[in-house]
């Protein structure tokens, strides 16, 4: 059984049980640099990166092997939470759209021509300069006299975080 887990460390192709895994990756931990680089070689095929620690190698191997034990590929465990994201998320939204969401009591702020501006987002709108908006674009264009998509003005949209 010693023999096993130290052929999953030192190079072997096999993959732990479920059992061994906790075993093995303590073994990885314990193990030499040079048997984590001879491990890293054979699950990636290249060099490990110059300049890596001891635990970022342990923890990307212990991580394959754990991949590589349920018998998946990253394509198919994102595929798979993504399949449950759209379970979990209402028709017709998307994660990313729920989490941009702008919840009353949140404020916005942006710098302008040297003036700093700030929104309050309220129940059914936007209140800016003690006066209330139904939204962002109206205030952009208040604030720079040209029109401006409100979101991409505040910095809400992906383009502007990018």
Wanted: aromatic share 6%; proline share 5%; hydrophobic share 35%.
């Amino acid at each position: 059984m010693t023999r096993q887990r130290s052929t999953a460390i030192t190079g072997d192709r096999g993959i732990p049980s479920p059992s061994d895994i906790d075993s093995v990756v303590t073994e990885l931990g314990q193990a030499p640099r040079s048997v984590l680089a001879d491990r890293w070689r054979s699950i990636y095929r290249c060099e490990p990166p110059k300049g890596v620690g001891q635990r970022l190698l342990i923890g990307a191997i212990a991580h394959e092997l754990q991949l590589r034990q349920v018998g998946r590929k990253r394509s198919s465990v994102l595929r798979r939470l993504e399949q449950r994201a759209a379970v979990v998320a209402p028709a017709g939204s998307s994660a990313s759209t729920q989490s941009r969401k702008l919840r009353p009591g949140a404020r916005l702020i942006r710098d302008w021509n040297g003036s700093t501006h700030t929104v309050d987002v309220v129940v059914d709108g936007f209140v800016w300069n003690g006066e209330r908006y139904r939204s962002l674009s109206a205030i952009a264009r208040a604030i720079t006299g040209a029109r401006w998509s409100g979101p991409r003005f505040f910095g809400l949209d992906r383009e502007s975080s990018r």
